[in-house]
């Protein structure tokens, strides 16, 4: 019989594990030796804080990320063909939304593997949850384009696209752009459009507030290097 | 000081509450007294499963789900007004996703009420995880429309955007009609288009895959009356 991909989640900054991930999910993670990893670095040092005993050299972690090129994964889950199992872990938060992890668990379903999801802190859905914007039609866009002129239009296309869908846009940017960013949503967004800007989610100094753009004006938020969601419904 | 609205996930079905959701989150649920929420039954059975000593009838609950008239709802933060927490909770899941609670979260934001959400199982980001499509950028659409020729248009509609602008499209159907919309996806979907059905996610009886339309002809999955989320990307 097949080992399963685990799907495990890691906290979204310094904090303690069992603070945003379930008991049982922490127990299935501590039990893995096999891990896709987004960060081998992160993904010790989060081991390590589930179970200061965990065995690290004894287990081993390849990556995936951005820079991965997808022709070489094709061994990724040997330890399933074999019967053990494996976790996928991203740099913070749910893995395979928001980064590559999904090409590991779409070679998953191809070979017949078991895919597990576990529980946890997801920035985006948690984001969506505190909005208070329409969360019964929603999408994540991921990160803005970087040039001004085709920012300024991806914009301007959420907004409209939330004005004749009803559906609340989301996306992200660079931490150390979000002032920028916020700045960008100043000029290029409609004054009674609805901005939910949700910043280091479940940390000490979590910031969550939704006003509409004609508020914001009067009261620019620091963001700079926070990680952070930004929301919208016009 | 105000208090806070506190965002309490659920389980989604029977199962133990420590097994899904963080101890931390269980702990500030056990303590609140004030609660919103779209079922009062099963708000009660979950806050009994977290604390069988959990005092009920010291509890005040008041809900909010699609037969609330919004007009009404104008008093349901009083006790944030006056220094005590509320919490908001779902029928099963993260609440003000996928359902009205979102209406309460707006207007905490209007009155200056801090928004606390917690992590918890949310069926739509565990089936994106397990999914293994785009998670870069996605889209959850709610419920299909029920008449014939409004869903096979609002089905080919997902497919053609999940084509076009490479966003896993996500929705969801009444559980006992979701062997109808299998034959719908069936009969509307092109055949190299990628299907997820996640059904039961989380519960012992969890069924998750990927497959092509053309390879899901061969092999029709029984989802009668299973709580399901389908998701596609061409």
């Given at each position: 019989?097949?080992?399963?991909?685990?799907?495990?989640?890691?906290?979204?900054?310094?904090?303690?594990?069992?603070?945003?991930?379930?008991?049982?999910?922490?127990?299935?993670a501590?039990?893995?030796?096999?891990?896709?990893?987004?960060?081998?670095?992160?993904?010790?040092?989060?081991?390590?804080?589930?179970?200061?005993?965990?065995?690290?050299?004894?287990?081993?972690?390849?990556?995936l990320?951005?820079?991965?090129?997808?022709?070489?994964?094709?061994?990724?889950?040997?330890?399933?063909?074999?019967?053990?199992?494996?976790?996928?872990?991203?740099?913070?938060?749910?893995?395979?939304?928001?980064?590559?992890?999904?090409?590991?668990?779409?070679?998953?379903?191809?070979?017949?593997?078991?895919?597990?999801?576990?529980?946890?802190?997801?920035?985006?859905?948690?984001?969506?949850?505190?909005?208070?914007?329409?969360?019964q039609?929603f999408?994540?866009?991921?990160?803005?384009?970087?040039?001004?002129?085709?920012?300024?239009?991806a914009?301007?296309?959420?907004?409209?696209?939330?004005?004749?869908?009803?559906?609340?846009?989301?996306?992200?940017?660079?931490?150390?752009?979000?002032?920028?960013l916020?700045?960008?949503?100043?000029?290029?967004?409609?004054?009674?459009?609805?901005?939910?800007?949700?910043?280091?989610?479940?940390l000490?100094?979590?910031?969550?507030?939704?006003?509409?753009?004609?508020?914001?004006?009067?009261?620019?938020?620091?963001?700079?290097?926070?990680?952070?969601i930004?929301a919208?419904?016009?």
């Amino acid at each position: 019989m097949k080992g399963n991909l685990y799907l495990i989640p890691t906290t979204l900054g310094e904090q303690q594990p069992a603070d945003v991930i379930p008991a049982k999910v922490l127990g299935i993670a501590a039990q893995l030796r096999h891990f896709v990893v987004e960060n081998t670095r992160t993904a010790r040092r989060f081991l390590r804080a589930v179970d200061p005993e965990f065995p690290i050299d004894d287990s081993d972690f390849v990556e995936l990320n951005e820079h991965t090129d997808l022709s070489t994964i094709g061994q990724y889950l040997d330890a399933c063909e074999r019967g053990e199992h494996v976790g996928l872990m991203s740099e913070a938060g749910v893995p395979a939304v928001a980064d590559p992890g999904n090409a590991v668990v779409a070679m998953a379903h191809s070979k017949g593997i078991r895919v597990v999801p576990l529980s946890g802190p997801s920035s985006i859905i948690l984001s969506m949850m505190a909005s208070g914007l329409n969360g019964q039609n929603f999408a994540f866009n991921g990160y803005l384009p970087v040039k001004p002129a085709e920012r300024a239009k991806a914009i301007r296309n959420y907004e409209k696209r939330s004005l004749t869908e009803g559906q609340t846009q989301l996306f992200i940017e660079a931490p150390y752009r979000n002032n920028a960013l916020f700045d960008d949503l100043m000029h290029n967004l409609r004054h009674e459009t609805r901005l939910c800007i949700a910043a280091d989610i479940t940390l000490e100094t979590e910031f969550i507030l939704t006003l509409t753009v004609g508020e914001w004006l009067k009261r620019k938020p620091e963001l700079h290097k926070r990680p952070a969601i930004f929301a919208i419904l016009a």
